[in-house]
């Protein structure tokens, strides 16, 4: 899956610096635009969906180059866009949407051995998590996120993060047991 990039083709006429920022955010979405995809596919469990919300993560970024660049972490700025969009679109359309898990695979991450089927599996059972629980899950184990961070990064209290991540768990346990 290729993510638009450049100066006009993320945001078209948006008010940014064309300059050697630029680059610097093409070289960016370059390098991490897959694992914003597999985050985004994670959390909404609808790849279609995860395509949209990581093409206006990007957009907004664009737009706010010169200020993102300069902050830690932009990685982590365009996980909370993300996450913060969902939510918002879940909000709006409060929906379930049942995808095939399989459409979910993408190519396996280099060093990891685990297969196909068992990449479908996995993505099944997140898929039959609530939303709140798959977030948290996948923020916890997939991104590696300190309780704190997700906490901060969903805008709840910390011990409802962890209780979401142990609800989640269980229910992972049980459909693998």
Do not use: K
């Amino acid at each position: 899956m290729e993510l638009m990039v450049g100066a006009g083709s993320v945001a078209e006429g948006a008010p940014h610096d064309a300059s050697s920022s630029s680059e610097s955010f093409d070289d960016w979405v370059r390098a991490r635009q897959d694992a914003l995809l597999r985050f985004a596919t994670l959390i909404t469990a609808d790849s279609d969906l995860a395509r949209d919300l990581v093409q206006d993560a990007l957009t907004r970024m664009y737009a706010r180059w010169s200020r993102v660049s300069r902050l830690e972490g932009p990685d982590a700025y365009a996980r909370r866009i993300i996450v913060n969009q969902n939510v918002s679109r879940w909000r709006r359309d409060r929906r379930v949407t049942v995808v095939d898990p399989a459409e979910m695979v993408s190519t396996p991450v280099p060093g990891h051995e685990s297969t196909i089927s068992d990449r479908v599996t996995i993505l099944a059972a997140l898929a039959r998590l609530p939303r709140d629980q798959r977030v948290a899950v996948v923020l916890r184990y997939y991104e590696d996120l300190s309780y704190q961070e997700i906490a901060t990064l969903t805008g709840v209290r910390e011990g409802t993060v962890r209780s979401r991540v142990s609800r989640g768990i269980s229910s992972l346990e049980g459909d693998f047991r």
